[in-house]
């Protein structure tokens, strides 16, 4: 009997240098997860560094290995195009998202997985969950990343999570086709936090597991200030949403009432 495919869709955009160890390291916690087949789908923005022909040469030793490549459209589309591509084409059990820059920790993956099959919906590599760590990183980084996920859960009306802007995490497959993508944050890494309070706000059940945040060994950070601006402006939007689904539920609430026969 085959077994349930986890698809990690990578996204990458000059990550050249990178992406050689990231797929190794990746394939190789492949035996360490017997309850899945492990498959990566690298979602290339038409990279100018060659970074899609690393990922052919790889495609030769790998035969889990997958590749589709587009326009350099911000990281949300990037996600959207990719989760889509591998829930039409492989029909995993399991979406995994994880950076292509060295950050995440391949061999965290087992633990990951293990968590997911224990009845967890999402499992999020949390920085700041005890025993997590970002070694290197300056401290107003830190700050910014700690600031980030308390706004994120005042603005989205979410549970007390730890690390909200996580790029490291496993969803089950069959809670996507629920959230409403088409409207999220798609430049930058908002998508992370608008897709995280999409999945809490359908029911999934969520656990954090700690992990240690790398610096980078090779490239340049892809955060940019209209990232960042678009990081604010999206918490008036989790805001709006929240509100609005709010007042949806009361309007149901009282329309039961007054449908309830007298007694």
């Not at 700041?128 to 070694?135: E, L, Q, T, V």
């Not at 908002?190 to 945040?213: D, H, K, M, W, Y």
């Amino acid at each position: 009997m085959a077994k349930p495919i986890a698809c990690i869709v990578l996204p990458t955009f000059n990550e050249a240098e990178n992406v050689p160890a990231v797929l190794s390291g990746i394939f190789s916690q492949a035996d360490a997860i017997p309850t899945h087949e492990l498959h990566v789908l690298v979602v290339d923005d038409s990279s100018p560094d060659g970074t899609a022909e690393r990922v052919r040469e790889a495609m030769q030793h790998f035969p889990h290995l997958h590749l589709i490549s587009g326009e350099k459209n911000g990281l949300g589309e990037a996600y959207k195009r990719g989760i889509t591509h591998a829930i039409k084409t492989l029909q995993p059990l399991l979406i995994l998202q994880m950076d292509a820059d060295l950050q995440h920790d391949p061999a965290v993956l087992p633990r990951m997985i293990s968590l997911a099959n224990d009845g967890y919906d999402v499992v999020v590599g949390s920085r700041f969950a005890p025993g997590g760590a970002i070694p290197g990183l300056p401290w107003y980084r830190k700050l910014i990343s700690l600031a980030g996920t308390r706004l994120v859960r005042w603005f989205g009306g979410i549970p007390p999570i730890r690390d909200c802007t996580s790029g490291y995490r496993v969803i089950r497959a069959d809670l996507i086709p629920h959230c409403d993508l088409e409207h999220l944050s798609t430049r930058g890494y908002s998508f992370q936090s608008s897709l995280l309070c999409e999945l809490l706000r359908n029911g999934a059940r969520l656990v954090e597991t700690p992990i240690i945040f790398s610096g980078r060994a090779h490239g340049e950070s892809k955060l940019s200030f209209l990232d960042q601006w678009e990081f604010v402006v999206n918490l008036f939007r989790l805001r709006f949403v929240k509100t609005a689904r709010d007042r949806a539920v009361r309007h149901y609430r009282r329309s039961a009432e007054d449908r309830a026969p007298l007694k």
